[in-house]
């Protein structure tokens, strides 16, 4: 059976994010970046599903510019055994991302799509299920925890939800989006770069795969929240009083 | 009283604890003090904050000093070392360098009301400090290993305000200790006795900054995390980077030369400090605040002042030269099989990596294991297979993929030539924050496994490693002997972990570093600087002339030996007056 992670190249966790002057969106130039710490998670699941025996190929696709190529190969590094590379410069929405996905597993044909559940530049949380949907395949989204039966071609899946705990059973083929406390990721080791710089990563284009990538949605404006004022210090009751009535007019 | 107290120290303190120590009373606390070492870590990862002390009083012989903070306590759950910090009876028992027994010198005089008045005309009421627990923190180290009994600290707000208050003080013959960030590991900050505090935190101003240049003008109680944050507003970097950088001043650092992580990119303080202006003990106003790059007029005094530890003359301004920020940094956690191969590591980083170097950190199996074993959150990057010699490796640069491309093929040539056993090369920011984290939680985990002796020593790289090797030839199975640091600056840290204090280890401990580092014509202190502990032990590093020399300079710009007494040179040069 073959696994394919879906993986983003996003501005790295650790930075701080500044919004451009132009205010059409967010820093990017000259920034780190790296690869999803979902997408990560989920990468590190699929190779410990290898790795037990339960699959036999891990494929680790992404959408993107052409510096995406060094984010696949981190996932190369980790242990994935190809890349496929979709090659698209203008920024991609959760729908045509979903789409794209969809056209990939045709081609491939994997028993199972791993994706981290949200990216950290938008938030979206929408790619897996979507992508799930066009497939009409079962999803498992928010997984904190995965077990495969290979006779029984199921995942049993456990997610978080804001109740708690839910456990669900999906037959294979299936879409699985990861959560923070699936596992840890694995560092890159020197014998695997060395390893990944033979590994192949297979290019594409939205054309080749027959997607139309039109957005329907546009970014009009990106602005920063705006600065939290300073709290003013009253001297007395009287005065909080005064400035919650007349100033505040909460009361 | 004394079970009564013993209990309440037990129920501020983790009952974990396995290092207990009696509390002594001391009537002669006054006049002469006991120097130990008590093995504190002053490394809490990156950022330190400072604690809140909590102090109790039970009669007036004796002090108890007990300084638990929520973090302390968290991080605390081996050692009881908060006992610490007490007075101690004058006997036998030392825990640290040899009994250096100091006595006040007796020409220095002690405060009375009229000085207080004065200091008040000079400061206003605010800034003449004589609360308790105000003092009882400004006497104790970060370490908690030295204790003064100062009765007064002094907040002087701008360099007029201090050349008033040395004026005076010279002229009144009154000892004084200048403090910053009260993070220093020698006793260098901290009064030995009742000499007056005088605290240059409240001057905090950025006075300049030049975008261009990235020369910075401030004041020398600008906090170095703080200095860090603005300058990288601006796109540039401070020139130096350590562990105590949330509550350390710039102007300690200067005062010590601090060294730090970055020093074998941006080099010592030295290099980077362009300009200070310092006031000398009579008062005098030094204005030797320049910001230029080159200026080759007359003798470059401002060198007398960079590490004389506030000997000198008290720094108040400072001009440092700050490095652009650059984008791409890269970390690299190695596994090396033998001390050898760790040095040949160094030697091809530095020609292959060369210009995008910035750091060059190496630990031995021992320290790793414990860092394991007692760090919250520290996870092995590597796969689990005990190696002996673990390197750090970082590099900044300006183009991500060029540097990540250099940074792999040294490493791979490097594997393929058998230097390095196995590594990781971190993928993003928060991998290489572990990596670092592993390394800088080392003197924290050392201290959570029980009692310790910290030296910190510069040797040639080829014999770095001897000296460990023949300490745990020495102890046996009686300690456990431990050696890291900066193997790009020939720094080791030398750190001799024990369940508890003991004199008899203590005695095949000093002074054999001491003499085997003096043979090898290295630094007893590489970076931590003489202060208190090391002051009688200057000789092993520096020839006799030279310490004659720096005497002479002593009495010339200090003739009344008022600023830092009793620290620096050994006490029987520097009490002639």
Known sequence: MKIMVAIKRVVDYAVKIRVKSDKSGVETSNVKMSMNPFCEIGLEEALRIKESGLASEVIAVSVGPSQCVDTLRTGLAMGADRAIHVEASATLYPLSVAKLLKALVDVEKPGLLILGKQAIDDDCNQTGQMVAGLLNWPQGTFASKVVLDKEKEV???????????????????????????????????????????????????????????KSDLEVVQVTEPPKRKAGVIVSSVDELIDQLKNEAHVI | MRTEMWRAAHRLISHRSKNLCDPRWNPNFHNSIQSYSSGFTYNFGRTCKPF???????????????????????????STELCYGKSFRIQNRFYGSATTKIQRNPIFS????????????????????????????????????????????????STEEVSQILKYCNSRCLAVVPQGGNTGLVGGSVPVFDEVIINIGSMNNIISFDKVSGILVCEAGCILENLISFVDNQGFIMPLDLGAKGSCQIGGNISTNAGGLRL????????????????????????????????????????????????????????????????????????????????????????????????????????????????????????????????????TGSDESYDKEKLEAF??????????????????????????????????????????????????????????????????????VMGYGHLGDSNLHLNISTPQYDDAILAQIEPFVYEWTSKHRGSISAEHGVGLMKANKIHYSKSAETVQLMASIKKLLDPNGILNPYKVLPGSLASSS
């Not at chain 2, 009229?114 to 009421?125: A, C, P, S, T």
């Not at chain 2, 910190?456 to 000296?467: A, R």
């Open chain 1, 155 to 213: 995942a049993t899946v456990e997610r978080e939800v804001d109740g708690g705990l839910e456990t669900l059973c999906l037959d294979l083929p299936a879409v699985i989006t990861t959560d923070l406390r699936l596992n840890q990721p694995r560092y890159a080791t020197l014998p695997n770069i060395m390893k990944a710089k033979s590994k192949v990563i297979k290019k594409f284009t939205p054309q080749e795969l027959n997607v139309d990538i």
């Open chain 2, 52 to 78: 809140n002390p909590y102090l109790r009083r039970q009669g007036s012989d004796v002090q108890i000093c007990i300084y638990p903070t929520r973090d302390y306590i968290e991080n605390l759950h081996g």
């Open chain 2, 110 to 157: 002690t405060i009375n009301s009229d000085d207080i008045n004065h200091f008040r005309e000079i400061l206003g009421e605010k800034n003449v400090i004589q609360d308790e627990d105000r003092l009882s923190a400004a006497n104790m180290d970060w370490m908690r290993k030295y204790k003064g009994s100062s009765k007064l600290l002094l907040q002087p707000r």
């Open chain 2, 264 to 395: 074998v990119r941006y080099g010592s303080l030295h290099g980077n400090v362009l300009g200070l202006e310092a006031v000398l003990a009579n008062g005098t106003v030094l204005d030797m605040l320049g910001t230029l790059r080159k200026d080759n007029t007359g003798y470059d005094l401002k060198h007398l002042f960079i590490g004389s530890e506030g000997s000198l003359g008290v720094v108040t301004k400072v001009s440092i030269l700050t490095p652009p920020k650059l984008s791409s940094v890269n970390v690299a956690f190695l596994a090396c099989k033998d001390y050898l191969s760790c040095q040949k590591l160094l030697l091809e980083a530095k020609r292959k990596l060369g210009e995008i170097l910035s750091a060059f950190e190496f630990i031995d199996n021992q320290s790793f294991n414990v860092v394991l074993n007692h760090l919250e959150g520290a996870r092995n990057p590597l796969p689990p297979s005990m190696h002996n010699f673990y390197v750090l490796i970082e590099t």
């Open chain 2, 411 to 480: 490493l791979l040539h490097s594997m393929e030539g058998g230097l390095v056993s196995d590594g990781v090369l971190a993928q993003d920011i928060n991998q290489a924050s572990s990596f670092w984290h592993i390394r800088e939680g080392i003197p924290e985990s050392i201290m959570k496994a029980g009692a310790v002796y910290k030296y910190d020593l510069s040797i040639p790289v080829e014999k770095m490693y001897d000296l460990v090797e023949e300490m745990r030839v020495r102890l046996g199975h009686s300690a456990k």
